[in-house]
């Protein structure tokens, strides 16, 4: 029912906003702006064994048709102040586990500009891990019809609340942003048991970002220390380390599954080039995790387009894996049950954190006017034994397997 409710508001909300897509909403008052922007999406999953989802803080859904997962509609407002001072705010809905008003401010900030060169922003601002990070959520300014899965599916916590200073310098014949932030965010994860929230409290990085009219390159570096009271297995930290006092001395080496007050430690790079019609991206990603088993990941992703007039084509491939093999919990003591109940359940929750999947997507994307495109893509999605990690499944899979899926989508910007 809340389903039929979302996809029929959204359209509703379309419709109503068509007579505006030919040019940004007059308000009327001076240095005061909405511009809003949204996505139609039907998405097709043809697999028995998998929930699919775009990115871990959504639900996934089983086989066949579903309009949620690519579907948003978001407006933002700006308001200048003077030529120094603006404050920006920005809406989004879209389905989540649990929907609110705060949930639904993607970013909320006052930016002051100290000269020409620097630029201080104060409240909720967008997370800058991913390159399309300040517009991810609008489809309309992103070749595809959804982000690759393997790379930016992984991360969930696309704001944070926090300050950020910025510089601005020439360099050669482009422009480079050198940006320092720190703060508090909160990373949501869905699953079939319900969603969950953990905090990432401090939460700080650093980016250098070069562009000019055809080349983009950006390095980025962030840490966020992990608040999870809640933290499921800190429980299973526990048992192991009773179990090396009594009868299973190894069991200590392998407890340190929690992840409550550990450190993240996020690294990305990426590079884009936009010229003679040609469109080729690419990002780069590692992860390092303060945790026993399973500790780096990396993922990546290259796409390459074309335009011919209105319509361009592309094909991306993308992978997301845990560097190094997947661990394999040592055997426990034959004589104690209990011990091998313990066993199988730590080799569960490390599978749990084991990933190997990647993707091949091709598409098109057909702008039909200045403001409206319509988008098709066919993905192809490999994953091997016990390497789900984005998406969840119906059953635990202990062998390779792949899916399709087909996403539609109707983007516009207004």
């Keep these: 029912m809340f389903e039929l409710r979302y996809r029929l508001y959204l359209l509703l909300l379309w419709i109503i906003t068509y007579p505006f897509q030919a040019t940004a909403f007059d308000t009327g008052i001076d240095n005061f702006h909405i511009n809003g922007y949204g996505s139609l999406g039907l998405v097709y999953n043809d697999s028995d064994d998998i929930y699919y989802r775009h990115s871990i803080e959504q639900e996934g859904f089983d086989k066949g048709f579903d309009w949620t997962t690519a579907s948003n509609l978001g407006m933002q407002l700006d308001y200048a102040f ?9 809406f989004l809905l879209e389905k989540r586990p649990e929907n609110s008003l705060n949930r639904s ?7 002051y500009h100290i000269n020409d060169a620097f630029e201080l922003n104060i409240g909720r601002m967008p997370n800058g891990v991913f390159m399309s990070s300040e517009y991810k959520n609008v489809g309309f300014a992103n070749l595809w019809a959804h982000h690759p899965v393997e790379f930016y599916g992984q991360i969930a916590s696309d704001k944070y609340d926090g300050v950020e200073l910025k510089h601005h310098s020439r360099l050669a014949d482009g422009m480079l942003t050198t940006s320092i932030w720190g703060g508090r965010s909160h990373f949501p994860y869905a699953s079939s048991d319900g969603s969950e929230e953990v905090i990432f409290e401090p939460n700080y990085g650093v ?4 562009e000019n009219q055809t080349w983009q390159f950006r390095v980025l570096y962030s840490q966020a220390k992990i608040n999870d009271k809640a933290d499921p297995v800190a429980a299973l930290d526990e048992a192991l380390i009773q179990a090396s006092e009594f009868g299973w001395p190894e069991a200590a080496s392998l407890a340190g599954f929690s992840i409550n007050d550990t450190w993240l430690k996020y690294l990305a790079a990426g590079v884009s080039y936009d010229k ?3 469109l080729i991206q690419s990002e780069l990603s590692l992860v390092k995790a ?3 088993v399973q500790d ?16 361009t084509p592309y094909i991306i491939v993308s992978k997301f894996k845990t560097l190094g093999s997947r661990e394999k919990i040592t055997s426990a003591p034959a004589f104690i049950p209990a011990y091998q109940q313990l066993q199988a359940i730590t080799q569960a929750a490390s599978n749990a954190m084991y990933t190997d999947q990647g993707s091949i997507g091709i598409g098109a994307r057909w702008d039909v006017s200045q403001r409206v495109s319509l988008k098709a893509q066919w993905d192809r999605t490999w994953v091997e034994k016990y390497g789900d990690f984005i998406f969840e499944q119906k059953n635990p899979i202990d062998k390779q397997h792949s899916f399709n899926t087909f996403s539609l989508t109707m983007d516009f910007i207004f």
């Design 290 to 292: 303060e945790t026993s």
């Design 296 to 311: 780096k990941y990396a993922s990546g992703y290259l796409s390459v387009g074309h335009r011919f007039g209105s319509i």
């Design 82 to 90: 003077n030529h120094k001072l603006t404050f920006t705010t920005q």
């Design 276 to 278: 003679d019609n040609w």
């Design 105 to 111: 401010i993607e970013s909320a900030f006052f930016s």
């Design 207 to 210: 980016s250098l970002r070069w």
